[in-house]
């Protein structure tokens, strides 16, 4: 895992590790903005929510964790979206989307709020 870019303000980066899953937990004050689930098997598991504070710093602090997967969130027409590197795929950003990414950053499944939208 990369390191993040930096230090924000209000962040906080927490570890445990349970067996063969560990996992890292990006706090933004009281809200678990990413969490990181990576198991003993070919995809790690990520977790997005904005505890509804969808401000600039939020997405910001996300972005810092979502850089070392190729995805960012993005603010169009006050709505949010992910999307990859290239910015040809996008997804309508949700509280809690959870993603399993695999080894080379190819998204290889969803999780129940999860879906695809459109091309961005």
Known sequence: MRKIKGTRAGLQVLNSVEGFKQTTIHKLYDTNIVTIENHATEYTNVILNSGSWKTNHTKNCMNDVLDQFNLKVVQKNFNWFLVD??????????????????????????GENTHMVREA
């Open 85 to 110: 590197s290239e910015n040809t795929i996008a997804w309508d950003f949700e509280n809690g989307m959870n993603l399993g990414i695999s080894l080379d950053n190819t998204i290889v499944k969803w």
